[in-house]
Structure formats: structure tokens, C-alpha cells
DNA sequence: GTGAAAGCGCTAACAA
DNA sequence: TTGTTAGCGCTTTCAC
């Protein structure tokens, strides 16, 4: 049998709720009696029950923390961070990988208020609104990040993805490329990279075909698949700009495997700056977000709406950065990434 | 405030105990109160509380994981195929990292514990076998996985190791290689790796010098810095088993630096078959480990042992395969790898 | 400084 | 087929 409160009392010969006392230090105890039940307790080897605890309306110290895949890099950092932080916070998390897919959003969620959770992070886009606005409703606070979903008011970390789409677009441009494919992910924070693209563009008066534009999932294979069509395309491109990492090593693989030359024929941009960026040959020129930081502040942004109720829901936007690596170059004259088939 | 148990009998016109009986689908109802009461259910957004449900005995559907890392890509996949498989079987994971670092471990154990979770799945090393002996006191089941922890009666489910690094190093053999060092992580599957690696060399008739093993941590950078200091030995090698990818990849980026050319100067061969293993240029020989078959048998495993838990443990042994790519390459005479200095 | 007792939301006898 | 009731392990108020 699990030790329980009763035991200890039994054990140490004092009632139940001066054990309560001593653990949740509260009310007055004598020293005396105080060591005496800590001595118990340990010699029982007894650990309070959260479950019981959080019946009386006392929090679950849960945190549930939806993200798309864990398997990309930047979630798993992101995760990993999230994880670090909660704990120092007095909380555990509960992951749950979604996929975007909305029936295990669904499912997930229900699981997770089933659990009574005391918060939920969210990181992954998130088709059906309605679902969270539901949790608010129930007094469970919700905190965004690296993403953003229309229509509910909670607190949100996000990277400022204009800018930093907008620095990666500028710097392919300052390399005078103007036949510039992009990458995106069918995914919030995505689009606000697509709109600084092509406003980067503009303002320099490039029309960005239709063709260039490539709406995909994130992975090494759709990157893969992307990189292939946009090279057997007539429209001839001599850089693209892959909406994160994983599609941009897709396209340096499919790149490697006809051929092209990255950086010479063609310069490759990303975006998450994950370890592949590092790994990959040539290294990956990227735009970086603060994982660490922004993982930091959900977590704390959460835990204080599960303090203070009241507040305002806050907006951060962290600051992007481009980091310059080996694949990309200024434009060689005459330089067309294709298929010559 | 949330709906409860009682508001839904209120609603619904009838008492709890009819209410749970639906929820749980015990007993007789007749369709019609069923259909009343899922209705009044659907109606108040009402989800039944794990929490209380929990207290009168039955499981939480929590499963604890304890992983060393997330951020290393084979526990990322791990760790998700693990999730999945748990879901599946009704179960969700609390995920915790342990940096195999003992505090740690000993204060998300306690923290499990206080959670009530109804299974355990341990995939890092584990210093401190006494606080899983407590657990499976308290009789909370245990699985490990790609692991091993001596002194424990738990099932177990692991790659076979030996065979692994038999494979890698007999492959090495075969492409005449006899100056090889390894570099291991101080972690049991790890040892059984360099055992298999000294009896392969043995049986080859080749003694390895003690400097040519080198045990460190599991990180890329740490590959880096073991590489360096075996280029600098006085007694030169021709290739490298790192005894995971994370520390191959830094074997790798250590011998770009220096200009040792791989394959050519210097094989490397990793193990766990990551991501990263395709992503690196070139390609990484490395051994490969089932991680999805792995993932679920031992939450197969965990779940079985909740509910018969007289069962005698299994220790599952599974298949590793080496895949061969293009970090190895026959010896070429005269070749060294070191650092001119 | 300490203890008795009500109640948190649910399950599982047992009664009706 | 449905309802009543005694716990599950803990917190908290209120007496002592």
C-alpha cells in the first residue's frame, strides 16, 4: 500500500491536518512535532497525492503544452526549454504532438481538461478556435507561441516573423538575386513570412510569379519535393527562400542530388536556425529565433494569468536574427538552378 | 465554474450514479436516460474529472518518461513514438529530461510519484537504483528502454548493442582499417558497445591503446573535442566509431576543420541512424535502431504489466542493421588522420 | 499549537 | 433500470 496522509499522522501520532500543516507550511506547528512528522514522512517514504490535493481545488501543477512534432528540431529546443522552465516553476508538462491535424487537437484537448490541467501552452497552429475558447471559458489559461490563432484573446510569444522574413528577403536581395522561389508552411506565423516577402519584393520591383510561391508541410521531404518542382520549372530561379529549416535542407539535398551548386548556382535561405543549419554542407544561412527566450516567457506569461486572472493578455515579439552561413552568395551572372532535362 | 458529475444529473433529471454509469458504461441504463444524459453532457461542455475519478482508485492514464535529452534527435523520435503508441493505448506522457544528471532524476521521480502516474518508462541511465526499487514498492510499474539498469527487475526493451557495434567495427575491419578509436558515452548501452568493439578488435588480433577510448558525453560538441585530441595523439587513426551519431556529426565537423578529408583520411561510423546521419555531408555509415518497434513495445510492455502485474519481465532484444553510406571508405595506405602542428 | 469534521468530484457496492 | 451512500486522500475552517 501507498503511504497516505493517515498513516504518517497514525505513525507520528498527531492528526492528519497537523501532517497537512507540515506539509504545506502552514498554520503554527511546533518545531518539535515538525520534525517529527518530516522524520516520518521520509522514513515512509510518503509522498503527498496531487490527485487528492488537487480535489480540493488546489492546481494540478500541470502544464499541457500541444506542439506540432516534436521530431523538428526547433520544437524539440522549444520543448526541451518549455520543459526546463515549467519545472523550475513547480510544474510538469504533458506534450502532445498534433501534427496540425485537427482531430488530435480535439482529442488531445479533451484529454488534457479531463486531466485538469491548470494551463495550456500552444504551439502549434490550431484549426478550431472555438475548442480553446471553450477552455477559457472554463477558467484555463492558454499562452501561444511561435504561432498565433485568430479570434481568442491570450497571451502570445511570438518571433516578429515580418522582420524576420524581411531581413532574409533583403539579404538575398542585397546579393542581387531577384528570381527568388519561397517555401511556406500552411501555417500562421508562415504567412506573416510570405507578406514580407513580397513586400520585400515589390519595394524593390520584382513581381514574384504565382509559380515561385510553393505552400507545403514542413519536412525534409516536402522541401525535397518543392526544390524539384521549382527546378523543372521555365521560370529559372537562383535562390529560395524555405520557411524553415527542414525545408530548406530538402532543397540542399534535392540541390546536391542535380547537381546544382549551393551557393554558386543557387543560395539557399532558412529560417529556425536548428542544429541541421550547422550539420548540413554547405552551413545554413537562417534566421534565428530566441527559443530559449521565448520558451521563458510562455511559460512565465502563463503562470502569472494562472495568478492574476485579470491582467490584460500581453503580446511579446522577439527580435529575429539573421544569421549568415555558407549557402548564400551574391548572384553569379547567368547562374540558373534546373534540371536539364 | 466547471461542470461537475452533479450538475449534469441536475440538468439531466436523474441521479449521479446514473451519470457515471454512462460515462464509464457500467450497469443498465435504459437508452433514453443514456441519450438525455450525453446530450446534457454535450450541452454544458462537461468533461469528467480524472482527478476524482483517480482518488476512488482507478488509474490516472499517466505514463512518466524520463529521457536524458530531447534536443538529441534519436530520443526526439523516441519520445514521439513513444506518445503516439501511449495515446493509443489511452495513456498520456509526462515527459521529463534528466541530463542524466542524478539530481534531476530524483526530483522528477518525486514528482511522478506525487502525480499519482500509473507507469514509468525510463530511457536515460539511471545512477540511483533505489529510487525505482521504492517505485516498484509502491507498486507503480517500471519499462526501460535503450537502457539498462542493473540491480532492477523491470522489463526491458533494447537494441542489441553488442551486435550493433560488432557490426560497425567488424565493418571496419573488413575495409582494413586497424587503427580505429572509439568514443563512448559513459552509459551502460554504451559499454556494451565497447565491448564489442575491443572483442572484435581482439579477435582480429589488434590490442587498442587506452587513449584510443575515449568516454565523454552525448553531445555534438563533445564529438568535436574528442576528435581533436585523438588527432593530436601520437599514435595516429584511421577511423572512428563514435558510439552515437551526435558524437560522429562532431567527429565529422572536427575533420572538416582540420582538412582531414572523410572518407578518404578517415571513416567515421556513428550509431543510432538520427536525422542527422542523412543530413551531414558526407552521408554517415551508422547503425540503426528501431526506434518505432522499440517505442512500442515497451509502452505495450508497461500497459500489460498494469493489469497483470504478476507477469514475469520480459527483456526484448531487437534487431540493429548497419547502414552503410559514405563515411566509410576502405583504407587507403598511408593514410593518417592528424593534425599537423 | 493541535485536532475534528465537512467537502472536493467521482466510483462502486447495495437498495429500491 | 435507477438512486443512495460510503469512501478515496487531502485542505481548510473552526473549536479547543
Redesign the interface.
Known amino acids: 500500500m501507498?503511504p497516505t496522509i493517515y498513516s504518517v499522522a497514525e505513525e507520528a501520532d498527531v492528526s492528519i491536518s497537523t501532517v497537512s500543516k507540515v506539509i504545506n507550511q502552514t498554520g503554527h506547528i511546533s518545531e518539535r512535532t515538525r520534525q517529527k512528522v518530516i522524520e516520518v514522512m521520509a522514513q515512509l517514504?510518503y509522498?503527498?497525492?496531487?490527485?487528492?490535493s488537487?480535489?480540493t481545488g488546489k492546481p494540478?501543477k500541470?502544464i499541457g503544452l500541444l506542439v506540432p512534432?516534436?521530431?523538428n528540431?526547433f520544437f524539440?529546443?522549444l520543448?526541451?526549454s518549455i520543459?526546463?522552465r515549467s519545472?523550475e516553476q513547480g510544474f510538469?508538462?504533458?506534450?502532445?504532438?498534433t501534427d496540425n491535424n485537427a482531430e488530435k487537437e480535439k482529442?488531445?484537448l479533451?484529454?488534457?481538461?479531463?486531466?485538469?490541467i491548470d494551463g495550456l501552452i500552444v504551439a502549434s497552429a490550431f484549426r478550431n478556435a472555438n475548442l480553446l475558447k471553450?477552455m477559457l471559458?472554463?477558467?484555463i489559461p492558454i499562452s501561444v507561441i511561435a504561432s498565433e490563432i485568430p479570434h481568442i484573446s491570450v497571451n502570445t510569444v511570438t518571433v516578429d516573423d515580418y522582420k524576420g522574413s524581411y531581413l532574409a528577403t533583403d539579404y538575398l536581395l542585397s546579393l542581387h538575386h531577384e528570381k527568388i522561389a519561397i517555401i511556406t508552411e500552411n501555417a500562421k506565423s508562415n504567412h506573416a513570412r510570405l507578406d514580407a516577402f513580397r513586400d520585400a519584393m515589390q519595394e524593390n520591383g520584382i513581381i514574384v510569379p504565382p509559380e515561385h510561391v510553393i505552400t507545403t508541410e514542413a519536412s525534409?521531404q516536402k522541401g525535397y519535393e518543392s526544390a524539384k518542382r521549382i527546378f523543372s520549372m521555365k521560370e529559372k530561379v537562383t535562390a529560395i527562400f524555405a520557411c524553415n529549416d527542414l525545408l530548406a535542407?530538402g532543397v540542399m539535398?534535392a540541390a546536391?542530388e542535380f547537381k546544382i551548386d549551393v551557393p554558386q548556382d543557387l543560395s539557399v535561405i532558412g529560417f529556425d536556425n536548428t542544429?541541421?543549419s550547422t550539420?548540413?554542407?554547405p552551413m545554413l544561412t537562417t534566421v534565428a529565433q530566441p527559443t530559449k527566450e521565448m520558451a521563458v516567457n510562455v511559460v512565465d506569461l502563463l503562470v502569472r494569468e494562472m495568478k492574476y486572472p485579470a491582467i490584460h493578455k500581453e503580446h511579446l515579439l522577439l527580435e529575429p536574427k539573421l544569421i549568415i552561413r555558407k549557402s548564400t552568395a551574391p548572384l553569379k551572372r547567368g547562374a540558373t538552378a534546373s534540371i536539364n532535362n
Open positions: 501507498k517514504n509522498h503527498p497525492s496531487v490527485v487528492a488537487a480535489l494540478t500541470t512534432d516534436i521530431s528540431p524539440a529546443d520543448a526541451r520543459e526546463d519545472h510538469h508538462v504533458v506534450m502532445c504532438n482529442k488531445y479533451s484529454l488534457l481538461i479531463r486531466q485538469r471553450n471559458k472554463q477558467d525534409i535542407i539535398q546536391k542544429v541541421l550539420t548540413i554542407t
